[in-house]
Structure formats: structure tokens, C-alpha cells
């Protein structure tokens, strides 16, 4: 069956500027995650969802990062007034439910901020 | 916040050897994953290993837990070109709780 997928795949930006990123979860699985991944390191927790609501938001590392999932499928990771430091690629991963041990990663959003 | 820190950072040796890759977290953990990542992108579970388990196989791959040491190893063994890669070890505090990813070691195989 189909991965978890992610678009766009690459998004340049200029600093300042408004961008969205999506997540496409495998069918069926409720809960939902973002990671932020810079070079050399290792994925960064921003947030998970369980259907509709946030589980948990700490990683989120200010006001200008937001994300939705109206439907309990989707995910869009916004991101206001982008700044240079915020260059990464972002990933997103899915799973039965919050209880699943396994996580399946989608291919991951390369934001770069100019 | 990254809880886990792999060892080494990189890692080449020859086809055919065994490779091993060491992982230190620091507090208690409902359980600890490894993780494969080709390229930079999307990231493979690879292995799963709760924390009243001290050992378990895969296929190729051999992972201990030594909780009293707050340390794990995964050993991959008879090494091939297609298991050049990042791997990561990730932990998890709670149950229901989010995972911790480590930075990673980088292993390249060597024809």
C-alpha cells in the first residue's frame, strides 16, 4: 500500500516569507508526527497528533510554527515569517496509533529559507 | 533536546565485517528503536527493544540493552555496500510518549 508522503519535496523561500507543508499519512493510522532534521543531526521532535488534536506541541520551537489536521488524516506544518535558521528538511511520520511502537516515515520536505 | 548519543559518529570498515554502533541515553525508558536513514531523507525502523529486554535479533541485526548502564548496541553483522547509511537510536520515556532521536553514526561500507 502507499507510504506516507510529503509535498512538496524541496521549497525555497525568501526570509519572511509564509510556507505550508503537507503530510499524507498511511491510511488508517491516526496518530501523526513532525520532526525537523538539520545537517548532521538527528530528527527533532516538533509536535504529534492523535486524530484532530495536538498530543503534543512542545517541540514546536516558537509562535511562528503551527500545524493543523482538520480531518484527522492531513497534516499541514505551517511556518510564518521564515527565517534563515529555519532551513531543514522537515519530516513527517505516521502510525496505527499513539500506542504503535512503529513509526513510518515519509521522504521528508527540504525547506530552504534564502 | 536530543536524549540519545550514538558512538562513533562515523564508522567505515570493509564488506563483509561486522559493524557495531553504540548508543547512551540518559533517563529511564519505556523502550529504545534504531533506525536507518538513507541520503538524508526518510527514516526505516529497524528494531524495537523494550525495557525488561536485554537482547534481540533481526535478521542480521543484533541489539542489547543494558539499562543499568543507560546503553545499547546494534550490531550488524557479515556488513554489505547496501547497508551504507545514518542510524540512529530513538527512546521512549512513557508509553504513548513522543521518541528522542540521537545524532546518529554514520557507517560506510567499503567495497
Known amino acids: 500500500g502507499a507510504g506516507v508522503s510529503q509535498t512538496p519535496s524541496n521549497k525555497v523561500t525568501e526570509k519572511g516569507k509564509y510556507v505550508e507543508l503537507r503530510c499524507d499519512p498511511i491510511?488508517?493510522?491516526?496518530?501523526l508526527y513532525w520532526y525537523r532534521q538539520s545537517l548532521g543531526q538527528g530528527p527533532e521532535f516538533l509536535i504529534y497528533?492523535?486524530?484532530?488534536?495536538?498530543?503534543?506541541d512542545s517541540g514546536l520551537p516558537n509562535d511562528r510554527f503551527f500545524a493543523v489536521r482538520p480531518e484527522g488524516s492531513v497534516s499541514t506544518l505551517k511556518i510564518q515569517r521564515t527565517e534563515r535558521g529555519d532551513s531543514a528538511v522537515y519530516l513527517c511520520?505516521?502510525?496505527?496509533?499513539?500506542?504503535?511502537?512503529?513509526?513510518?516515515f515519509g521522504p521528508g520536505t527540504r525547506l530552504t529559507v534564502l | 533536546s536530543q536524549q540519545g548519543e550514538e558512538d562513533p559518529q562515523a564508522l567505515s570498515i570493509q564488506e563483509g565485517e561486522n559493524a557495531t554502533m553504540n548508543c547512551s541515553y540518559k533517563?529511564?525508558?519505556?523502550?529504545l528503536q534504531w533506525y536507518r536513514q538513507n541520503s538524508g531523507r526518510g527514516l526505516v525502523h529497524l528494531i524495537l527493544?523494550?525495557?525488561?529486554?536485554r537482547e534481540k535479533h533481526s535478521g542480521r541485526l543484533r541489539v542489547t540493552l543494558d539499562t543499568s548502564k543507560k546503553s545499547s548496541s546494534l550490531l550488524i553483522t557479515a556488513s554489505r555496500a547496501a547497508d551504507t547509511a545514518s542510524y540512529f537510536c530513538?527512546?521512549?520515556?512513557?508509553?504513548?510518549?513522543?521518541?528522542?532521536f540521537g545524532k546518529g553514526t554514520r557507517l560506510h561500507i567499503l567495497p
Open positions: 511520520a505516521s502510525s496505527f496509533d499513539l500506542r504503535a511502537d512503529t513509526q513510518y
Open positions: 491510511s488508517g493510522h491516526t496518530a
Open positions: 497528533f492523535q486524530g484532530t488534536g495536538a498530543a503534543d
Open positions: 533517563t529511564s525508558i519505556n523502550n
Open positions: 527493544i523494550r525495557s525488561n529486554e
Open positions: 530513538a527512546t521512549v520515556m512513557n508509553r504513548d510518549d513522543k521518541i528522542i
